[in-house]
């Protein structure tokens, strides 16, 4: 009475849900909804039309014999019957499909080989990949007292056994009775010739000698996972009653297999990540059969979800945990609006120590990196817009005469960040279009230092001696080497948003520039570089001018020397302009002994 009860209302809850929900895809991700999930079991056989290899009265219409009754004891056979089969003729036709139809909307239709056959095979072939539970079949003749059913994952090229069955499975496969060793591959359990008709086979691929906890672990699929099923009829056996009866009917009128109904259950196969399956390709479509396309969750896609939705792979695709319900979602790639698809790589993933693997794929809007953050070579962020904005890189816009190609990257026309040029030497600005202060004459060759230790005029060259009291910053002793590091773009910033077309001084505004050390190599590396002048100097002072800095030196060695005398002597020297990337900052060490050029 308990047991009929609680049966009653789990009935009850299955109807409540099934009418009460209007938006059936809404239910739908509601069980997928943070867990594992799966299409549910059906007959995979509904729809589909099994291959035999013949029918009976195929080529003329045959006359066959039975024995109408179920037998359960050999003692009461009851007389058998004659009657003929044409496939010409519908009512007597005995067709494969007859096995696959509705049990219920078609009872007793069966599928009837041709007679005299001793080798048969029943073939079910799938258009995908599905999850095969267990078969039932129930036959119309006598069971076969040989039989194999076999399954393939790769259409039909390859098959392996499921099950032999045999009335002497040592006699005919040479293999052990389960009946005697449990999970043996061979049974004697189906192949009794009683009862002559209405025989049942039954076998499921999840039996308890093979437990699996996670139904889409590597070891359910490869148990579970079919494309194609086939029974193979290899011996027949007469009803007993044929021999006690003395039956007046020749013995080659009963000489056939005959089958019911073949019952294949299983379900559409996703990889945890689906509830619902859709018509695949030239499938049936018959509203019963069970389809093969998986309705995708968890941001997965593919036929059977088994890979990431286009735009998530920051993670390695994995299925969903059965036995944990853990659903292991694909995970979204950041891409700033800039892609519409990635892929997940590897060395990424390690890199990030498998945090996130990502890689946006075509990066659009002149945008570049792993998840689109910065600017492609030749653009340059625009502060004032969004990362995520379709407007967020400006094209550099440089001065042809004055600029060069970036010294980090050759292909950067300017800094992808500030969009701050990079300029000949000697020249300065944002854009390089005018002479440093302290040099001269723009033009291909950038400008050239005025021959005086304080400015001069930037056409003429003329000195100029209005600098004498201008105040001058000390260059700290022992400070870094300075320049602009290439920092790893970080979109979240608007840094740097000066305007200004002066270039800044480290000194002055050391919250706007980023220095880095860099060591002076081996004097003969300048000898052999393009400078005019290359000599070894003890640095006496060093002064901060704002855009550039005076060196005061005492000059040691002169290794290379151009068109200006230059005597061993104190001297006033006024390196290579750094305003090319916005920042001015003094380069030497002051107080060591230093090359420079
Ligand atoms: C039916 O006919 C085909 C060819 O016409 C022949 O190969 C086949 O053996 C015949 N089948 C039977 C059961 O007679
Ligand atoms: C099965 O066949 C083997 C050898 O052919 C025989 O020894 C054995 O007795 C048979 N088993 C049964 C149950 O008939
Ligand atoms: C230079 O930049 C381009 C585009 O931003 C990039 O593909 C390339 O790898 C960079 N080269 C180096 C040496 O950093
Ligand atoms: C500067 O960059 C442009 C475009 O990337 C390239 O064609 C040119 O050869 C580069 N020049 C130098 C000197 O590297
Ligand atoms: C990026 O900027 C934010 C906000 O200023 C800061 O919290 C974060 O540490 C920065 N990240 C990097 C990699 O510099
Ligand atoms: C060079 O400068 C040093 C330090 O300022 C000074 O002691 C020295 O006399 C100067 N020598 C010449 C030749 O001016
Ligand atoms: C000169 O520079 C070297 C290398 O950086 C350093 O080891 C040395 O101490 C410096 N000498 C003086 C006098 O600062
Ligand atoms: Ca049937």
Redesign the pocket.
């Given at each position: 009475m308990q047991n009929k009860g609680i049966t009653f209302i789990v009935f009850l809850e299955w109807i409540v849900t099934v009418h009460t929900d209007s938006d059936s895809a809404k239910f739908q991700r509601l069980r997928c909804d943070g867990h594992s999930c799966n299409p549910p079991v059906g007959n995979l056989a509904i729809g589909r039309t099994p291959v035999t290899l013949t029918a009976c009265g195929q080529n003329v219409s045959e006359l066959y014999c039975f024995y109408p009754e179920v037998q359960r004891t050999p003692i009461s056979c009851s007389q058998s019957q004659c009657t003929k089969c044409s496939l010409n003729q519908p009512e007597n036709s005995h067709l494969p499909s007859h096995m696959t139809d509705d049990v219920f909307s078609s009872p007793g239709t069966w599928w009837q080989s041709a007679q005299g056959v001793l080798r048969e095979e029943i073939r079910l072939d799938f258009e995908t990949e599905f999850y095969f539970t267990h078969v039932i079949m129930v036959f119309r003749s006598p069971r076969p007292a040989a039989m194999v059913l076999e399954r393939s994952l790769d259409h039909g090229k390859t098959w392996r056994a499921y099950k032999y069955f045999a009335t002497n499975c040592t006699a005919t496969f040479g293999l052990q009775d389960d009946l005697n060793e449990e999970g043996s591959l061979c049974t004697s359990r189906y192949s009794d010739p009683w009862p002559c008709t209405k025989g049942e086979v039954i076998f499921r691929a999840l039996n308890p000698t093979n437990r699996i906890e996670d139904p889409y672990s590597p070891q359910a699929q490869a148990l579970m996972k079919i494309t194609n099923l086939r029974l193979l009829l290899l011996k027949r056996q007469d009803c007993p009653c044929q021999a006690a009866s003395g039956s007046q009917e020749k013995p080659q009128r009963f000489a056939y297999y005959a089958i019911y109904d073949l019952i294949v259950r299983g379900s559409c196969f996703c990889n945890g990540h689906a509830e619902e399956c859709e018509q695949a390709g030239s499938a049936p479509g018959s509203e019963a059969a069970v389809h093969g396309n998986c309705v995708c969750q968890h941001n997965t896609a593919g036929r059977h979800c088994e890979k990431c939705a286009p735009m998530y792979n920051d993670l390695p695709w994995r299925p969903g945990d059965g036995k944990t319900g853990a659903p292991n979602e694909c995970r979204r790639c950041r891409c700033h609006n800039h892609a519409v698809s990635c892929r997940f790589d590897h060395n990424v993933w390690l890199s990030s120590g498998k945090k996130s693997g990502g890689v946006c794929e075509n990066c659009q809007h002149n945008t570049d990196g792993h998840r689109c953050q910065r600017c492609r070579?030749?653009y340059h962020r625009d502060p004032t817009e969004a990362i995520s904005s379709p407007l967020a890189c400006k094209e550099c816009s440089c001065n042809a005469v004055g600029s060069?190609?970036g010294t980090l990257n050759?292909?950067w026309?300017c800094h992808p960040k500030t969009g701050f040029c990079y300029c000949k030497p000697g020249v300065a600005g944002p854009y390089c279009h005018h002479c440093l202060r302290g040099y001269w004459g723009f033009g291909e060759n950038g400008c050239r230092p005025c021959d005086c230790a304080g400015d001069c005029d930037p056409d003429t060259g003329e000195c100029r001696n209005s600098n004498n009291n201008e105040q001058y910053l000390n260059v700290p002793i022992g400070g870094r080497i300075p320049d602009i590091i290439d920092s790893p773009a970080n979109e979240s910033e608007d840094d740097w948003k000066w305007t200004s077309e002066q270039g800044f001084s480290a000194l002055r505004h050391p919250e706007k520039c980023v220095c880095k050390e860099r060591m002076l190599r081996s004097i003969t590396d300048f000898c052999q570089m393009k400078y005019a002048y290359v000599i070894k100097a003890r640095i006496l002072s060093a002064h901060d001018k704002g855009t550039h800095a005076e060196v005061v030196v005492k000059v040691r060695k002169i290794l290379k020397s151009g068109k200006v005398k230059i005597g061993r002597n104190n001297r006033s020297i006024y390196p290579e302009s750094w305003t090319n990337r916005g920042c001015t900052c003094p380069i030497l060490n002051p107080g060591n002994d230093s090359s420079h050029h």
């Open positions: 070579a030749g060069v190609n050759r292909s026309k």
